[in-house]
T-cell receptor, first 113, second 115 residues
Framework: NAGVTQTPKFRVLKTGQSMTLLCAQDMNHEYMYWYRQDPGMGLRLIHYSVGEGTTAKGEVPDGYNVSRLKKQNFLLGLESAAPSQTSVYFC????????????FGQGTRLTVV | AQKITQTQPGMFVQEKEAVTLDCTYD???????LFWYKQPSSGEMIFLIY??????QNATEGRYSLNFQKARKSANLVISASQLGDSAMYFC????????????FGGGTRLMVKP
């Protein structure tokens, strides 16, 4: 049982380049999330999805887009990367019940130069 | 809006002793949940314990317990009998009980266990 898998694990981008981070979960969870973690800080919610075909903005959505075409996948896109988007990105998924915990992927370390 | 404050950037504890990690929160939601996650140096996020705002009893999970004081808006994590493997970052997070886990995290506390 893989849980939540993120691809890739590491990436270096040049300013202005675009890329897509892929998140896949095999727990049949309704909810999926993208967070970013900057050095020495807690995670901040970028976007989330409450089901297939739905997306919503979190705390820090600017510069990112997301899509949830299939229930098990949640994609995070950067259209024009900026150095301020250098961070570790975490995907997570959870059941609808708010009393149950979210399961996190292993993270993607992104550096924008 | 919700806010989590963790005032201890770093803490030391002697192996086998207990340690308390502080967490205070602010929320306007009448119903909410509080979570603690552990992040070891390898980077993954590991769920430790959950407390619902209307739960009558303080949550416990093995060596982890939550000292929940609703009137003071605090949800401190107590780790008993510390082990070297407990050395990690610890994050407190809050979520409104509206479905799912849209979490707001604190800045974290780095715990270092001394042998």
């Amino acid at each position: 049982n893989a849980g939540v898998t993120q691809t890739p694990k590491f990436r270096v981008l040049k300013t202005g380049q675009s890329m897509t981070l892929l998140c896949a979960q095999d727990m049949n969870h309704e909810y999926m999330y993208w967070y970013r973690q900057d050095p020495g800080m807690g995670l901040r919610l970028i976007h989330y999805s409450v089901g297939e075909g739905t997306t919503a903005k979190g705390e820090v959505p600017d510069g990112y887009n997301v899509s949830r075409l299939k229930k098990q996948n949640f994609l995070l896109g950067l259209e024009s990367a900026a150095p301020s988007q250098t961070s570790v990105y975490f995907c997570a998924s959870s059941d609808r019940d708010p009393r149950t915990e979210a399961f996190f992927g292993q993270g993607t370390r992104l550096t924008v130069v | 809006a919700q806010k989590i404050t963790q005032t201890q950037p770093g803490m030391f504890v002697q192996e086998k002793e207990a340690v308390t990690l502080d967490c205070t929160y602010d929320t306007s939601d009448p119903s909410y949940g509080l979570f603690w996650y552990k992040q070891p140096s390898s980077g993954e996020m590991i769920f430790l314990i959950y407390q619902g705002s209307y739960d009558q009893q303080n949550a416990t999970e093995g060596r982890y317990s939550l000292n929940f004081q609703k009137a003071r808006k605090s949800a401190n994590l107590v780790i008993s009998a510390s082990q070297l493997g407990d050395s990690a970052m610890y994050f407190c997070a809050i979520d409104s009980n509206n479905g799912g886990n849209m979490l707001t995290f604190g800045g974290g506390t780095r715990l270092m266990v001394k042998p």
